[in-house]
């Protein structure tokens, strides 16, 4: 499985990005969301179960960010409102099929990262 990211950019702390994720070929798997700020590890954002019924949330974004999916479109979408300058990193789209959600090892396929940097 190939994830192709995208909508990541710069903007002003406040504001809102929509990210987006496209699996090829299309996947009966769970798919989410990690970070990784410079200097920092790898971090676990959100991520949601294959018929989109369970989502599950970072405390630091919960509130702020909604994950969703088309599987129409074998598409997955993560809408981040309310920046933050520590939202800054590079946002990572994953897939995988343990059913388990919060480490980095839950998943096999990852996508190239795009970069999100809000500026404060």
């Known amino acids: 499985v190939q994830l192709q990211a995208s909508g990541g950019g710069l903007v002003q702390a406040g504001t809102s990005l929509r990210l987006s994720c496209t699996a090829s070929?299309?996947?009966?798997?769970?798919m989410g969301w990690f970070r990784q700020a410079p200097g920092k590890e790898r971090e676990f954002v959100t991520g949601?179960?294959?018929?989109?019924?369970?989502?599950y949330y970072a405390g630091s974004v919960k509130g702020r960010f909604t994950i969703s999916r088309d599987n129409a479109k074998n598409t997955v979408y993560l809408q981040m409102n309310s920046l933050k300058a520590e939202d800054t990193a590079v946002y990572y789209c994953?897939?995988?099929?343990?059913?388990?959600?919060?480490?980095?090892?839950?998943?096999?396929?990852w996508g190239q990262g795009t970069q999100v940097t809000v500026s404060s």
């Open positions: 994953v897939a995988g099929r343990t059913g388990r959600y919060y480490s980095p090892g839950d998943y096999s396929y």
């Open positions: 070929p299309a996947s009966s798997a769970i």
């Open positions: 949601i179960s294959w018929r989109g019924s369970s989502t």
